[in-house]
T-cell receptor, first 114, second 113 residues
Framework: DAGVIQSPRHEVTEMGQEVTLRCKPI?????LFWYRQTMMRGLELLIY????????DSGMPEDRFSAKMPNASFSTLKIQPSEPRDSAVYFC????????????FGSGTRLTVV | SQKIEQNSEALNIQEGKTATLTCNYT??????LQWYRQDPGRGPVFLLL?????KEKRKERLKVTFDTTLKQSLFHITASQPADSATYLC????????????FGKGTKLSVKP
């Protein structure tokens, strides 16, 4: 298994533009998580899905952020419109829910909004 | 609300010594606690899980303890090597035994040769 695959690895965009981050979880994992990491706040959970259904999106900063999981092998995180304060590293992770197993993280997308 | 804290932002030790990292949490004791390693430019990598009924867990040179009275976990790396240099994160579930993980901000460990 190639692990959790995220794309793009780096994204530089102008303020106001739409940004879409993509994630392919590990086959067979039924939970998927989107986290954001900054120096100031560390890793923050944005949203998580269980069996493709959004369970908790209370970490999504505001309505500019949205996430979808149309099937078990793909998820997107969209920011529209983007702002400079959205600059961070965004991680996707997957796991088998309710087993206490560790998460498998992707390599992240470093987003810079100028 | 549940909070998780890693007291040291950075820890510098000499090769061969034992590194000890601390993780504290507030409020209720979680059903388990996890430790991760993160290298620059990479995502966190799962290392160990310890459950609330386990006092200690070992994996090769790693040892984790879990003290629900102190609300604390200690992470030890024995015979440390420069290759152990990384940021180490602890994480606990919130919302009971299942659910999401919240992470500490991490401790950056540097092992000098």
């Amino acid at each position: 298994d190639a692990g959790v695959i995220q794309s793009p690895r780096h994204e530089v965009t102008e303020m106001g533009q739409e940004v879409t981050l993509r994630c392919k979880p590990i086959s067979g994992h039924n939970s998927l998580f989107w986290y954001r990491q900054t120096m100031m706040r560390g890793l923050e959970l944005l949203i998580y899905f269980n069996n493709n259904v959004p369970i908790d999106d209370s970490g999504m900063p505001e309505d500019r952020f949205s996430a979808k999981m149309p099937n078990a092998s793909f998820s997107t995180l969209k920011i529209q419109p983007s702002e400079p304060r959205d600059s961070a590293v965004y991680f996707c992770a997957s796991s088998l829910a309710q087993t206490g197993q560790g998460y498998t993280f992707g390599s992240g997308t470093r987003l810079t909004v100028v | 609300s549940q909070k998780i804290e890693q007291n040291s932002e950075a820890l510098n030790i000499q090769e061969g010594k034992t590194a000890t990292l601390t993780c504290n949490y507030t409020n209720y004791s979680p059903a388990y606690l996890q430790w991760y390693r993160q290298d620059p430019g990479r995502g966190p990598v799962f290392l160990l899980l310890i459950r609330e009924n386990e006092k200690e867990k070992r994996k090769e040179r790693l040892k984790v303890t879990f003290d629900t009275t102190l609300k604390q976990s200690l992470f030890h790396i024995t015979a440390s090597q420069p290759a152990d240099s990384a940021t180490y994160l602890c994480a606990i579930p919130y919302g009971g035994s299942q659910g999401n993980l919240i992470f500490g901000k991490g401790t950056k460990l540097s092992v000098k040769p």
